[in-house]
T-cell receptor
């Protein structure tokens, strides 16, 4: 079946540093990828919709300059958390829909970010 | 405001019993509905999707949709300890990109042996 690989699975960083998270579709081309954030015992909150070759669409309240999204190819989208702070500590998950693939959606395995 | 509401639980269910989970949504243009299971620290796994009013059965799972009342439910029959997880209700609007979901906060289910 289709696989979405997300790396790293866990990252610990110091406050003020930047962290890049990769979301890669391994066996299909993904025109659209989504980035979610989930705090403990809370819902997955959509951060942004990433379309290949164009700027990401951010949800209300999500700082686009802090959460940089790059969808440079049909198999790779990256989320960079710039100048991370402890309040950015969260579980980040990507999902991807195959190009022309109808109603299918595949989730990455998630990245647990801890900012000290 | 678009919202998807679920009881947070925990919902304690004896092994072999039926677990009943409910979800309500606020946006009437919602057309696609999904139930996901999420284990702690893991990404969600799709259990079922439902698009039309009525019941949809898949193995031990039955999803029920009532668009007039704006609710969707999930029944888990013959609950097993491995069913212990958080169950997320997800709603997609017709006006949104396919795969752009609004998630509920999830209901934690604990199946006791």
């Amino acid at each position: 079946g289709a696989v979405v690989s997300q790396h790293p699975s866990r990252v610990i960083c110091k406050s003020g540093t930047s962290v890049k998270i990769e979301c890669r579709s391994l066996d299909f081309q993904a025109t659209t990828m989504f980035w979610y954030r989930q705090f403990p015992k809370q819902s997955l909150m959509l951060m942004a919709t990433s379309n290949e070759g164009s700027k990401a669409t951010y949800e209300q309240g999500v700082e686009k300059d802090k959460f940089l999204i790059n969808h440079a190819s049909l198999t790779l989208s990256t989320l960079t958390v710039t100048s991370a702070h402890p309040e950015d500590s969260s579980f980040y998950i990507c999902s991807a829909t195959p190009a022309g693939g109808g109603e299918k959606l595949f989730f990455g395995s998630g990245t647990q970010l801890s900012v000290l | 405001q678009k919202e998807v509401e679920q009881n947070s639980g925990p919902l304690s269910v004896p092994e072999g019993a039926i677990a009943s989970l409910n979800c309500t949504y606020s946006d009437r243009v919602s057309q696609s509905f999904f139930w996901y299971r999420q284990y702690s620290g893991k990404s969600p796994e799709l259990i079922m999707s439902i698009y039309s009013n009525g019941d949809k059965e898949d193995g031990r799972f039955t999803a029920q949709l009532n668009k007039a009342s704006q609710y969707v439910s999930l029944l888990i029959r013959d609950s097993q300890p491995s069913d212990s997880a958080t169950y997320l209700c997800a709603v997609m609007l017709t006006t949104d990109s396919w795969g752009k979901f609004q998630f509920g906060a999830g209901t934690q289910v604990v199946v006791t042996p």
